[in-house]
């Protein structure tokens, strides 16, 4: 399918006795030969197709409107025409024929450019659908009509392009006397036996020369009975005759203008959206993207490798830093909770055991205590034993204590401690090595103490 300014063209091609699969330019070429130098760029855009489509269907048309006018004997004046008021059984016998009566009052369907809301023209019109296609008339009886305004009637019946005028009794009538630059055809019925069983309608048709002939043809006489094949006809007829009307020059040339304007329409907003989609937009667009604004593919690709990338160099930062440091100390993360620095401070009289929570898998506490404190041994020890047991405990309880806060170092409710045993040893080495054991003229004051914290 080839769409230009002028035309669209549709049409097979046999890839048959051909080698090598035809190009771009080569398909247009054998679709029209007019085509010839022309430049294809493809359309990347996932919803081109749904604007293609609608561009396409700027030419298919589902809804009429068409004009009804009432002329009685002898008028011929487009002010006698649209001054009728009353409507003859007659009358009405056709206008039923053409399709329904409706209320406008909230109307859902084709308004045909009727008010549906403040009924400010008129209460109720005529509406069918026939072979998928919505049909409203402009009854003109049936149009709000004030004394004195001659066009208040028009302004509807004026900018159809087709009408059917209605005639009880043979009277001329000449297209001119409607003034409208819109009106470019129209079909004249003239019944016959009206409002009996045979009544019929003879039919004939008018329309400007430069529109060209349109179908069903006419049969020969041109006299149709009441039934549901003249009703056929007749919406067959004035739906012809307004596509033939369209190819006549004056609307021939409003259409090209509108085509083309269409096109461009098409083709700037398919680029835009290719390069959209690109992430290649115009330069004004860039502080959209920053802000959040969607960038295409191109550019979706890029953020989502910018975060992988991120997210790997975080990966290995935070690796980096849980890795121990070089020289064996204390990590710094222990200078707040971590061992005391000094065995004067390891001591049973200032040592606290670390706080678990409630969930925490350890042993319970009174447990855990009853192994880092030994049993009290009885009076009868010797008091050399107990002063060789009182300069060890220091020595004793630092790596329990390290032990202890390292079991307890997946609780997250307690301090980070020591990740092994290692450097736990070497910081009590640092600590021993600053702070040397105290002599042993003090033991005894000092045993004095550990005995006191014992008994509380």
């Not at 308004?111 to 403040?118: N, W």
Request: charged share 25%; glycine share 8%; hydrophobic share 30%.
């Amino acid at each position: 399918m080839l769409r230009s300014r002028i035309k669209t063209v549709h049409d097979r091609i046999s890839l048959a006795g051909i080698n090598q699969l035809p190009s771009v330019p080569q398909i247009a070429k054998l679709l029209c030969d007019d085509a010839t130098g022309l430049k294809f760029n493809p359309g990347l855009y996932p919803r081109g197709s749904q604007l293609m489509v609608a561009y396409d269907e700027h030419e298919v048309n589902n809804t009429f409107k068409f004009g009804v006018i009432y002329q009685k004997f002898g008028q011929t004046s487009e002010e006698e025409l649209f001054g009728n008021n009353e409507e003859t059984p007659a009358f009405k016998e056709f206008v039923g024929i053409l399709g329904d009566n409706i209320e406008l009052q909230d109307f859902k369907g084709f308004r045909g450019g009727l008010d549906v809301s403040h009924g400010q023209t008129g209460s109720e019109s005529v509406y069918t659908v026939f072979r998928r296609r919505e049909i409203m008339f402009h009854v003109s009886t049936k149009l709000p009509f004030t004394e004195g305004d001659v066009q208040q009637r028009k302004r509807h019946i004026g900018n159809d392009i087709v009408a059917a005028v209605f005639q009880e009794e043979a009277t001329p009538f000449v297209p001119d006397m409607i003034a409208s630059n819109f009106l470019h055809a129209y079909l004249l019925v003239q019944v016959e036996n009206p409002c009996t069983e045979h009544t019929t309608y003879k039919v004939s048709v008018t329309a400007r020369e430069d529109v060209p002939p349109f179908g069903p043809p006419l049969p020969n006489p041109a006299v149709f009975r009441k039934g549901p094949e003249f009703r056929d006809f007749l919406l067959t007829k004035l739906i012809n005759a307004e596509n033939a009307c369209y190819k006549s020059d004056k609307f021939a040339k409003l259409e090209g203008r509108t085509r083309a304007a269409l096109l461009d329409n098409l083709h700037d907003e398919l680029h835009r959206q290719s390069q959209a989609t690109l992430g290649l937009g115009q330069p004004g667009e860039e502080d959209k993207l920053e802000n959040g604004g969607h960038g295409g593919l191109l550019e979706s690709f890029k953020r989502a490798m910018r975060v992988r990338s991120h997210s790997m160099e975080t990966m290995v930062g935070s690796h980096r830093h849980r890795s121990p440091g070089v020289g064996g100390g204390v990590p710094a993360s222990v200078s707040g909770g971590g061992l005391p620095q000094s065995t004067s401070e390891c001591t049973k009289s200032t040592f606290t055991p670390p706080v678990l929570s409630a969930k925490s898998p350890l042993k319970s506490p009174v447990k855990r205590r009853s192994g880092l404190f030994p049993r009290l041994h009885s009076s009868t020890e010797s008091p050399s034993d107990k002063h060789t047991r009182s300069d060890q405990k220091p020595a004793e309880f630092c790596p329990l204590s390290q032990e202890v806060r390292s079991e307890t170092s997946s609780n997250p409710s307690s301090p980070e401690i020591c990740s092994n045993k290692e450097s736990a040893a070497a910081a009590g080495r640092t600590s021993r090595a600053r702070h040397p054991a105290p002599a042993a003229s003090a033991a005894p004051r000092e045993k004095q103490k550990l005995w006191k914290s014992w008994r509380r």
